[in-house]
């Protein structure tokens, strides 16, 4: 088995904390997400730093070969694009490493580390709770977060409801940070129906995309009815797909079992 880290230069004393927090990631550190395909841990270093480690489950054999020898895999390409992020002074938290394990040739296990960020809320909860102090502001403020996003042509294709962390500052402002990373596009100018489309995973309500819409439209010169409409098509069409996609898969269990 070789291994392959890769630092900003600015993080390279922490490289045996790191090498030392991989090799035990089963035992170290704080799981603050363990699913079926990825899992994160929070880790205290000596340094008053907390990193947050991502580690990516072996990919399937195809991918194995194909990170390996003709794609960069989802490590590498989340940590290209946190510093990308960055250089544009667009929130994410500030990428620190990646590493990748290979068994010859063959792609296996990989990790992200970035420097964990205490953040507030998720754009969920706020777009979730109609109480949710000055959540109208919020909501305002998120679609002038996508719209920077929008402009330097970033299609981020995971732009969904847990995937934006939000602080909360002083006199109304609030910060927005960007995770789950390795899935994203880029243009030259992104189209206003990519830039639609980009917002449609992130809820369901539409008191929150009405607020969005408004916003937004401004931000791109259009008419609010047009971009209101366009928006609430696009995320029932998104809904439609991901119930119709969540039977079929209850469907598929039910004959597998029986």
Known sequence: MSSKAVF???????????ASSIANFKTTGELIYGGSRNSIKVVDTTQALKLNIKAFKVPNFINQVVYSLFRKG??????????YLQSLKIGTPTPIAYVINKSGFLYKKSYYVSEHLDYDVTFREVA?????PNRYEILKQFAQFTFVLHENGIEFLDHSPGNTLIVIGDNNQYSFYLV????????KELPYEIRVKNFSRLTNKKDVVSVISGEYAKLIGEDYHKVSTDLWEETQRFQYEFHRKKAL?????????N
């Open 249 to 257: 898969k209850r469907k598929l269990k039910f004959w597998k079992r």
């Open 180 to 187: 789950d990373l390795n899935r994203m596009k880029f243009h």
């Open 8 to 18: 900003n230069e600015d993080f390279e004393y922490l490289k045996p904390e790191v």
């Open 128 to 132: 979730d709770d109609v109480n949710f």
């Open 74 to 83: 989802k490590a590498e390409r989340s940590f290209e694009y946190a510093n």
